[in-house]
């Protein structure tokens, strides 16, 4: 299984996660919310699967999938929704293999 992860220096993690808790909750786009609790939330994506992670002083974003061109276009899509979230504290997601 492939995987990337995304570290987000903010001191805001918690109330990302509970933004993208809440947006989740109503399944986008036919999206699964998996578990969630305080500090993760983890969604099925249907050929990924995506965890949140609040940390201190940190969002920490991980992504897995099987195929690697599914995890590419995944990626794409996970970050471009986590920018949207974020954009007034200027996020940027930069993946890195996990």
Do not use: C, K, N
């Amino acid at each position: 299984m492939a995987a990337l992860e995304a570290r987000l220096g903010t001191a805001r993690a918690d109330r990302y996660l509970a933004q993208l808790t809440s947006h989740m909750s109503h399944g986008p786009g036919g999206l699964t919310v998996l578990s969630t609790s305080a500090d993760e939330l983890v969604v099925d994506l249907g050929t990924a699967t995506w965890s949140v992670r609040a940390a201190p002083q940190e969002l920490v974003l991980r992504l897995e999938a099987e195929d690697a061109a599914e995890l590419e276009q995944q990626s794409a899509r996970v970050a471009h929704r986590v920018e949207q979230i974020a954009r007034r504290d200027g996020l940027q997601v930069v993946w890195q293999p996990a």
